[in-house]
Structure formats: C-alpha cells, structure tokens
C-alpha cells in the first residue's frame, strides 16, 4: 500500500471506531439479551458508506478496497461481532452476489438501494438437509411462463426478518446435480415467501437469523440471477469473497478479547502486584498478540489476491481456517485470565467467548476449508 492509502484506510477506521464507540458498544449485551437487531445503526452504517463497501460510486456505492473491507469488518467485530456479521452478510453475500453475476438491470434495480442501506440484503444456501453438501439443495424452482416458482426452504439465513431483497438458491434441473442449481434474487415482501423460525443462538444474538419459507413464490423470469444451472458455482465464487470477511471477523473477536484482557491483566491484583506480572499470564498475551497478526497478514493476503483479481480460493480458506480457530483459542485464553469475572456478563470477554465459535462454522467449517486447501493443494 502507497502512503496515501494507508492514511486513507487509516481515516477510514478511525470513523468506524468513533462510530462504534458512540452508537454501538454502550448498547452491546441490551442488544445481545434481547435478540434485538439494531435497524437504526445499519441505517447509519448506510449513511457512512459501510453497505456499499465493494460497489463503485456509480451505484451509489464506497468504491473501496477487499482489504479496507476486511479492516472495517474487524473494526466492527472488535466492539460487536453481531454488528459485523450481519453488515458482511449483506456485503459479500447479498448485495455482492446481485453486483459480481447480476444483469446490468439488475445491478441498477438494487445495488444503490443496498449501497445506501434504504435496503438490506439476505442469501441462502443452507438447507434442512443442505449445509456442508450445499450440492444436497431440495428447494426447486420450477419456470412457469414469464415466471418462476420456487417451493422450499433455507435455514440459518442472516438477515432473514429484516432484509428486504434475497438471494436464494433453488434446484432447476435436477439431473444436472450442482450445475442444476440457480439462483434468484426474492423480494421480501412477495407474498409466497415468509420468515419461519427465529433461531435462538448461543452468540452473536443481536444479529438477525431466521429460516425463509418458500410456498408457491412466483418471481419475474427476470430475477434469475446469473445462467440458468450457475447458481452452485456462483455461490462457491461468492464464498470465497465471504470467507474473508468471516477471517476478518474472527480476528476482530479475537483482538476484541485481547484488548480487554490486557487491560484487564494490568489492573487486576493478586499476591500484591498486576497479574500482567506473572509469567503464565505474560505467555498468554504473548501467544494471543502473535497469532492475531499472524492470522492479520493471512486475512490480508487473501484480500490483496482478491483485489487484484487472483485465484483466491485456497488464500480465503486458509485466512478463514486459521483466523477462526486463532480466535477460539485466544477468547479461551481471555477468559482464563479473567478467571471468575471472564465467566459473568459484567465483563466484555464473556460475549467474544460466545460469540467466536460461529466463526469455525459459518460459511464453510474448519473441516471443509481443510478439504478446499487440500484440494487446491493437490489439484483436483
């Protein structure tokens, strides 16, 4: 990075952080007790330019970098990580799908809707029976005339009850297996679609995931989004971009949780001195700082791939495989210095440690992004 982009992102963050400071931090367990979805702060992330992170000004987007985003991401996750993980949804999910496979018609009709945040975007793969076998989708779409007709459901949608345009993938030609998947972009207010369950989580419980159910819902023959039978391919190119912002995210937990342990190591006393004395308490710090940069440098490797347009789905996986499971282990380790007070909620340390295990499972677990390095390692 030139001197001036480094002092552009750097002004960049500090926005977030002044932002997240003042609207979002003193409200984080309120929100996180009550499952609330703070609509008005997406709202005023939109008004910052943080919706349309990806998207060039001429869809009323920020026009910036792979890696200010994965910045912003972090930033965001190291005040709140629900906050973060419904802003990356709508980013490289959502609206992304509809901007990198979308009709220039369709790019119009919802990128500056979504780039402004006056929308929210949701996508979905995921499935009862369709998870880690994303190929194993049973929700159809079936043309019918000028339209299509989709029957199904998907499950674990980010911003399923908030959103008001989705992304959702559905079988169109059975025989063809994952080439025989399609995807459609759904507006939220079509009468054949509906939220179903709200999941009640173990973290993360401020951002928005519901189950979306598809009974008869006609759509325009227009809303195909990308080729007909495209859509599992299109949706592994979108993951790629979605695997980073999770690895961004995990590490905005994971230093989140550091943060407040060092803080907390040198105030606290035991035997008349810090605990930030003690050797064990040291090597703990030690070990967490180390792994944050190192999973840092991972995550922004992938980005500088992705923004200059390189093969990026090995750098992803791999980002997202460390970062992931770097920030279970240093949230352990916060709460372990924290000792009795990392285990009650008067203290930060005991949401990151809630929070982070989504990391290790959303979008793709540690074990499929073993078997994606695998296979970009060997070839096949």
């Known amino acids: 990075m030139t001197t001036t982009q ?36 997406f709202r005023q992330l939109g008004e910052l330019g943080f919706l349309g992170v ?27 990580a629900s906050i973060a993980l419904s802003l990356a949804a709508h980013n490289s999910l959502g609206s992304n799908h509809i901007f990198q496979f979308g009709s220039e018609a369709q790019r119009r009709r919802y990128i500056p809707k979504l780039a402004s945040g006056e929308w929210l975007a ?18 159809t779409g079936v043309r019918d005339g000028n339209d299509w007709v989709l029957n199904g459901s998907k499950n674990f949608i980010t911003n399923a009850s908030v959103a008001q345009v989705a ?25 054949g679609i509906r939220v179903g369950k709200k999941e009640n989580k173990l973290g993360m419980r401020a951002s928005d995931t519901c189950t979306l159910v598809m009974e008869d819902c006609r759509i325009p023959a227009e809303n195909l989004l990308g080729k ?23 590490i905005g937990i994971a230093r989140g949780a550091y943060e407040a342990s ?36 991972l995550t922004m490797r992938a980005a500088a791939a992705k ?38 909620k008067d203290y930060p340390v005991e949401k990151f440690y809630r929070d982070v295990k989504l990391c290790t499972i959303g979008e793709g677990t540690s074990e499929i992004q073993r078997l994606v390095i695998a296979r970009s390692l060997l070839g096949s």
Request: proline fraction near 3%; aromatic fraction near 10%; hydrophobic fraction near 45%.
């Open 122 to 139: 949701a996508w979905g793969l995921t499935e009862p029976e369709a998870g880690s076998d994303a190929s194993g989708t049973k929700t």
């Open 307 to 344: 923004d200059s347009g390189e093969e990026v789905t090995r750098f992803s996986a791999q980002a997202k495989l460390y970062a992931s499971e770097v920030a279970v282990r240093a949230t352990e380790k916060a709460i372990q210095i924290h000792g009795g007070y990392g285990f009650i």
């Open 54 to 80: 990806l998207f060039p000004e001429e869809y009323g987007g920020s026009a910036l970098s792979y890696g200010d985003y994965a910045a912003i991401v972090e930033e965001l996750a190291a005040v709140d």
């Open 6 to 41: 480094v002092a552009e992102r750097d002004a960049i963050l500090q926005s977030v952080r002044e932002f997240a400071d003042a609207e979002i931090r003193p409200h984080v367990m309120e929100w996180d007790e009550a499952q609330h979805f703070p609509l008005d702060v």
């Open 228 to 250: 007909e039978g495209g859509g599992f391919v299109d949706s592994m190119k979108i993951l790629d971009g979605g695997r980073i912002s999770i690895a961004a995210l995990s």
């Open 262 to 297: 060092l803080r907390y190591a040198q105030q606290r006393r035991q035997f008349g001195r810090p605990i930030s004395e003690f050797e064990a308490i040291q090597f703990y710090l030690a070990d967490m700082a180390t792994e944050i940069d190192a999973a840092r440098l």
């Open 167 to 191: 992304v959702l993938m559905a079988v169109t030609d059975r025989p063809a297996g994952k080439h025989g998947i399609s995807a459609f972009i759904v507006e939220l207010d079509n009468p």
